[in-house]
């Protein structure tokens, strides 16, 4: 996973601490990411950059998320859910939490348990057609 290579920058980066998207940072909104690099990483952890992809990986994203929880507990935990970032290296902690960023973990949460998110999205009309000029074809069901 791309996020393990810069361990070797930010040493917290693990296989249960990860998580790099646009977010807030110590200096104001971010847009960063990758691979490559984009933008000025800094150490910064994005939670929902884990609940994003739980549809993708599953196991890992929630392994992710629960080592979050529980090693930074109320600083990065608030009523809502996870703060929009964290840099578990210079102890910062955004004081935001935002619907964004809960809302896609929430529908990729549901997605990866039932896959009822993209089946409903795949009923419309324009996303087939999306797909079709993309070159990707219908996935058979067994």
Known sequence: MWCLELAQRFPDYADDLWGITASDSEHGYAIWGGPPAMGRIDGSIVPCAAGGSLVFMPKECIRVLQNIREKFGKRIWKKYGFVDAFNPLTG??????LGIDAGITLLMAE???????????????EVAKGMDLAGFEPNAKS
């Open 92 to 97: 910062w902690a955004s004081s935001d939490v």
């Open 111 to 125: 997605n990866a348990r039932t896959g009822f998110v993209w089946e409903q999205f795949s009923k419309n009309p």
